[in-house]
């Protein structure tokens, strides 16, 4: 899936594709490339601190320039991409090998290739296939070739032929190879997104890390040489017939981790398999410390993941007509919202005209609104959802205080700061990453959700302070591309240890030895 926002989402699906593969962590990339043509603008879309080194060519340049700008300070590059202008150099791979020395150790190369381009590499003759062409040229001056995408103008479609091929390179002896496959639950308003789908695409772009999703089952995928494998079971609940299954993964050379981002006793099966979700894997990744404290007791490999945002579009401006829109969108807050709706009804009275209310998900919240000026869409995508909130300007997140709210995380509160949405917030969850009246506002009772709502309404100066201070607080500490390689690095060090985690897995779950 596309970790850019929608409408960023142009006809060019060459530069969308390329931007995405550029590593999102990147420090400084070195471009070449046509006037204009440049992907830096949607690569810093997942980072906007990436800082791109871009050669434009709008005529015919050779090694010789490329000397020049470079000089003697040799720079480090994270990354190199190379449009198809490259071709029409006099001796492309010349170029692409001295760039070779300023890259970081297992950084990749780029390279965006023309279909019709790929016959001039066919050096093997008429017989030798495009991407052995590939391999071959590239394997000339030191890269080996990781993977190559195809980009179809037509693939929504599911019609035509790919027009161009985006090779991934790194120079040789720098490869190391992870394969991992996610079991995901069936796509219900963006639980896959955040914990699943979108870290995945990001630590795709990563030489070497192979991802795989499917919603009941593992791909059988012939094992690449010294790939390292692990599968991800997003909030599974295992009983005992899963049990053949799980072994006959861990036979295919699989490490199993159990993602789960709900406190568990929610599901009674849990408790009535005995936490098998947890018991019967060798790991467990989450999303709060609170949830990892109870999952410690059923499986002491325990990783912490806060959930990140993965694009952050330009901050909005304040609104001009002098109208307010709310924004209220959760499962299960029924019992959370209950004591706020006749006050807020109030307010919706006293500020007739100016307050439109957009709901999603949540029927009886909607249905409860005393109001015309209000739209309900039902669960949808992660898509369209972020389509909404762009929309709005205040967040209503309340949350009683129970153990089962107090094991979420502040997901909803980040992804309103990086769209410029103003929350409104009970302490729990939120209270230790909103900074009230600075980045964000808490309410303690329901009079206190009227009084703050009413001044955040009334005020939109204050309330575009508050949602410039929060947007900050995510571009500096909450993206996805600042965290994203910690599971990269935890799936390496539990690999690294999997003869150890076997064992203990076994006498967990004895069933499972071979």
């Given at each position: ?79 190199v ?42 050096a ?9 062409a ?29 027009s ?69 079971l997003?909030r ?8 053949p ?187 230790e ?23 955040l ?52 779950v ?5």
């Open positions: 899936m596309s970790t850019l926002p929608a409408a960023t989402l142009a006809p060019d699906l060459v530069a969308i594709r390329l931007a995405m593969l550029v590593p999102p962590d990147s420090g400084v990339v070195f471009e070449v490339c046509r006037p204009g043509a440049s992907v830096a603008s949607l690569a810093r879309l997942r980072n906007p601190a990436i800082r791109f080194a871009i050669l434009p060519l709008s005529d015919e340049r050779g090694p010789d320039d490329l000397s020049v700008l470079l000089g003697p300070a040799r720079p480090q590059f994270d990354s991409l190379l449009h198809e202008a490259v071709l029409a150099l006099p001796s492309p791979f010349a170029m692409v090998g001295m760039l070779l020395p300023y890259l970081h150790p297992g950084a990749p190369v780029l390279f965006a290739l023309p279909r019709v381009a790929l016959e001039r590499l066919q093997g003759g008429p017989s030798a296939s495009p991407r052995a590939i391999h071959a040229a590239l394997a000339e001056i030191g890269l080996v070739v990781v993977q190559v995408f195809t980009v179809c103008p037509d693939e929504a479609k599911g019609t035509g032929d790919f161009h091929v985006i090779v991934q390179a790194v120079r040789q002896g720098e490869l190391r190879r992870l394969l991992i496959s996610a079991n995901t639950l069936r796509p219900s308003g963006g639980c896959n997104d955040t914990r699943i789908d979108l870290p995945h695409a990001f630590l795709s772009a990563v030489p070497g890390v192979r991802i795989q999703s499917g919603i009941n089952h593992i791909y059988k995928t012939d094992r690449l040489p010294g790939e390292g494998r692990v599968n991800v997003q599974r609940i295992c009983g005992p017939n899963d049990l299954n799980l072994k006959m993964v861990m036979q295919q050379g699989y490490l199993l981790v159990a993602e789960f981002d709900d406190h568990p006793n929610h599901w009674p099966a849990m408790t009535e398999f005995r936490h098998l979700t947890f018991r019967a894997v060798h790991a467990v990744q989450t999303s709060t410390e609170d949830l990892a404290e109870e999952l410690r007791q059923y499986n002491p490999e325990i990783a912490i993941f806060p959930n990140q945002i993965a694009a952050l579009p330009p901050p909005r401006a304040v609104r001009a007509d002098g109208r307010v829109t709310l924004f209220f969108g959760a499962f299960n807050r029924g019992g959370d919202w209950h004591p706020m709706i006749d006050l807020l009804n109030q307010l919706l009275a006293t500020h007739r005209g100016r307050i439109d209310v957009q709901v999603v998900h949540d029927r009886a919240f909607f249905d409860a609104l005393a109001t015309g000026d209000k739209s309900f869409t039902p669960t949808c995508s992660y898509e369209d959802y972020i389509r909404i909130l762009q929309r709005c300007d205040i967040a209503l997140l309340p949350l009683n205080d129970t153990l089962f709210n107090r094991c979420k995380s502040d997901l909803k509160f980040i992804e309103c700061a990086a769209h410029s949405v103003v929350v409104l917030a009970s302490p729990i969850v939120y209270g990453s909103v900074k009230d009246g600075v980045t964000g506002v808490l309410f303690r009772t329901p009079e206190e959700f009227r009084l703050r709502l009413e001044g309404i009334t005020a939109p100066w204050t309330r575009a302070g508050i949602a410039e201070r929060a947007y900050r607080y995510v571009r500096d500490h909450r993206l996805l591309a600042q965290h994203f390689r910690k599971r990269l690095s935890w799936y390496s060090s539990l690999l690294e240890r999997k003869e150890e985690l076997d064992a203990r897995l076994f006498e967990r004895p069933e499972l030895r071979p």
